[in-house]
């Protein structure tokens, strides 16, 4: 089977993005780490003067624009025949910058909705979702606060949890993440994701309590990779997917880890954007199921680049400070439901 090489870490082409259209009657799901998508004005509650026109970045109101029309094309590109259903989002600053994407792009005409609640987090990036209301139906949602009983003072993104009436009626329970950094060092940053993770299980742990059965997909950028403690023993995944039972919680990343990525960090590929999900959507007789059991990695050409030693990676919006005028330093990631009626 062939190769493809991205820098250091090579990957199979069979778990590169599949373009073929959707033939039976499906749902798809996809998150995006998005890279700083900042508006260019100032906000006096949050560490935004990097991304101002006359900050370090020189943010203007066309570096935005830019951006925003590049965002809405890998959107659609992602959607392959169809634009993607359901989009977890993280690195957001505001509804605004929602608003610019789903109305002033080419996004406008599918009619996307927006879920975003402004977080506590200092630089005010927040998670969001957008979804098409032509095929799915919002029920409820929330936002967690994650408040760490040992760093009182520290603020980080929310959780969202948005719950959806698909086509065929079942529920789905859609978690978007973005769980706090290594940056201050990956030992010491280390608990705050282990609280994160439990902190989701014990919520989905709940759900699964009201309905062995219920669907539960829990997303994002993580910042551990699947083989990291929080993924395993903090969300408390069963490895094994042919030994699943509708309660337990399976990685799709996990058996992709040494083989692929969605980020490059001194030409190193890893998977820090994810799908979790409960185990009933792998189930063969469940009426809504993942689609070959697994997720995709959404590589196009177009969203990457070569570096000067010859090393692929995301063909980002800036490298450092300079700006190369990319899409994000994330590939987006992309599932598939079928829904059986």
């Excluded at 199979?12 to 039976?24: C, H, I, W, Y």
């Excluded at 400070?321 to 994330?330: F, L, N, Q, V």
Aim: charged fraction near 25%; proline fraction near 5%; aromatic fraction near 12%.
């Amino acid at each position: 089977m062939p190769f493809i090489t991205h820098g250091q870490k090579p990957y199979l082409a069979s778990e590169s993005f599949d373009p073929s259209p959707r033939n039976e009657e499906r749902i798809r799901l996809a998150f995006y780490n998005v890279e700083n998508l900042f508006d260019y004005f100032d906000d006096s509650l949050t560490i935004d003067e990097q991304f101002l026109p006359r900050g370090d970045h020189y943010w203007t109101k066309a570096r935005y624009t830019e951006k925003q029309n590049k965002l809405a094309k890998t959107i659609l590109a992602m959607g392959g025949w169809g634009a993607p259903e359901l989009i977890g989002l993280c690195e957001v600053e505001n509804r605004y910058v929602l608003e610019s994407l789903t109305q002033f792009t080419q996004l406008k005409p599918l009619g996307y909705e927006i879920i975003h609640k402004d977080s506590r987090d200092a630089r005010g990036i927040d998670v969001a979702a957008i979804y098409r209301p032509d095929r799915l139906k919002l029920l409820n949602y929330e936002f967690y606060v994650l408040n760490f009983p040992f760093d009182t003072a520290s603020r980080t993104r929310d959780i969202l949890h948005a719950v959806m009436e698909m086509p065929n009626r079942d529920t789905l329970h859609f978690f978007v993440n973005h769980w706090p950094s290594k940056f201050g060092g990956e030992f010491e940053t280390q608990p705050k994701r282990m609280f994160a993770a439990q902190f989701v299980r014990s919520k989905a742990d709940s759900l699964l309590r009201l309905n062995s059965n219920a669907h539960i997909v829990i997303t994002g950028d993580f910042n551990d990779e699947p083989e990291e403690e929080s993924m395993l023993n903090g969300l408390a995944v069963n490895t094994d997917i042919n030994s699943l039972k509708s309660t337990d919680l399976f990685n799709l990343m996990y058996d992709l880890r040494f083989v692929t990525g969605t980020h490059s960090f001194e030409n190193k590929w890893g998977i820090l954007d994810q799908f979790v999900v409960s185990g009933n959507l792998l189930l063969k007789q469940s009426k809504t199921r993942i689609a070959n059991r697994t997720a995709q990695i959404f590589d196009m050409d177009f969203l990457i680049m070569e570096g000067a030693t010859g090393a692929r990676r995301p063909f980002r919006t800036y490298q450092g400070p300079k700006y190369i005028g990319g899409y994000s330093d994330h590939l987006p990631i992309i599932m598939d439901l079928i829904l059986d009626r």
